[in-house]
């Protein structure tokens, strides 16, 4: 939805990230199962990816971490906050929602808050989400979180998944802007008809956990890579220069691509298709492989020193349901 026409429009004020200190190399699963740092690096970018290990930890610990950091850069109190979206698909529970419990953990006692389950999308799916209840005009600061514990749904038995997921989180506060700034236009997708290509089968109303669940690993990452690398690298292409044409933009005017950090490769065809040089494409899923909601709100925390008001800036991403989308917003300060 093109959001031009909407009388206020949502800039990002402030960008953090969090991720843990534990590092899981690609030498050390190369132990765990039969893969080796060739293998990983080759096909897919990653070199190492971080573990929560702390079994007292899950991802409102990281999604609070993100926003203490958030909090503490931008000047606010957790108390201004209005409302918390926090993206993920790795909640503590089923409920209550993550972020009731991010918002506990940061005392952000008048806020209201929900979970946004869109797999590796979620995060642009809760940025817009967010830019639309500032542009309502009733909410002023407008938290967005994406934050995935992957390694709680990773069989490390399993080479084909374990290599490919980390642990993090990522956090923007959104707040009204004038109208040439902060974010423009929007393009999400869903398909379900490819929900059979990347699912964790059990552990909700259709297959609740069982003895049989466990036993049959269902409660764990499943995904046909070459079928889910075939839909991402078409529809992340094809969304960002929908985006690009629809607002007149040429690859000379992007200034950064911020693409989902799921496979190198994805990453390299969609820039391509944008054509941009590498050097205005984010990229940092040699050090934190895939962290599903996280990917995006790192990159912008890992790049912030270097992003300048008004650069152009397109976030792209593709995942499971399936789900995509892209966003293109002129960046604040
Ligand atoms: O973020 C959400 C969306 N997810 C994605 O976008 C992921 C998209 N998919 C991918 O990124 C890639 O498909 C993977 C990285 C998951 C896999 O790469 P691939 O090049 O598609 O490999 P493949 O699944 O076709 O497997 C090729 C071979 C197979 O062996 P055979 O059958 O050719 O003998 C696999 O068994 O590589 C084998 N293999 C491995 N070998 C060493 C699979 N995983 C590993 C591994 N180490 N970790």
Redesign the pocket.
């Known amino acids: 939805m093109n959001t031009k026409n909407q009388n206020i429009a949502a800039k990002i004020s402030a960008v953090s990230g969090w991720v843990p200190d534990y590092v899981l190399t690609n030498k050390e699963?190369s132990k765990m199962?039969?893969?080796?740092d060739e293998?990983?690096t080759t096909?897919?970018g990653i070199q190492e990816r971080r573990i929560l290990k702390d079994p007292t930890k899950a991802t409102s610990d990281m999604g609070a971490e993100a926003l203490k950091g958030l909090i503490k850069k931008s000047g606010i109190k957790a108390d201004e906050i209005d409302l918390i979206i926090c993206a993920t698909v790795t909640p503590d529970m089923l409920f209550p929602s993550t972020a009731c419990l991010i918002a506990d953990k940061v005392g952000a006692t008048k806020a209201f808050g929900f979970d946004l389950s869109a797999?590796?999308s979620a995060f642009l799916f809760a940025l817009d989400c967010g830019q639309k209840y500032i542009s309502s005009g009733l909410y002023k600061k407008v938290v967005v979180i994406g934050a995935d514990k992957m390694s709680s749904i990773v069989d490390y038995n399993d080479?084909?998944?374990?290599?490919?997921f980390g642990d993090g989180a990522g956090a923007v506060l959104l707040e009204p802007s004038s109208k040439d700034e902060g974010l423009i236009d929007s393009i999400l997708r869903v398909d379900g008809s490819g929900s059979e290509y990347?699912k964790m089968i059990a552990g909700g109303s259709l297959n609740p956990a069982s003895q049989e669940t466990v036993k049959n690993g269902h409660h764990y990452i499943y995904?046909d890579?070459?079928t889910?690398?075939k839909f991402?690298v078409t529809n992340m292409a094809d969304v960002s220069d929908e985006i690009m044409k629809r607002n007149n933009l040429k690859g000379e005017d992007v200034d950064w691509l911020v693409p989902?950090q799921?496979?190198l490769?994805?990453i390299d065809a969609t820039a391509r298709r944008m054509e941009l040089d590498s050097s205005k494409v984010m990229i940092n899923i040699h050090k934190y492989g895939?962290t599903?909601a996280a990917t995006i709100p790192l990159c912008l925390h890992d790049w912030e020193d270097k992003l300048k008001k008004n650069d152009n800036i397109i976030l792209a991403a593709?995942?499971?349901g399936f789900t995509w989308g892209a966003i293109y917003l002129k960046w604040a300060y």
Request: some cysteine.
């Open positions: 699963l199962v039969d893969t080796s293998w990983i096909r897919t797999a590796c080479r084909k998944t374990c290599v490919i990347l995904q890579g070459k889910v690398f991402a989902h799921a496979n490769r994805i895939n599903t593709f995942g499971g």
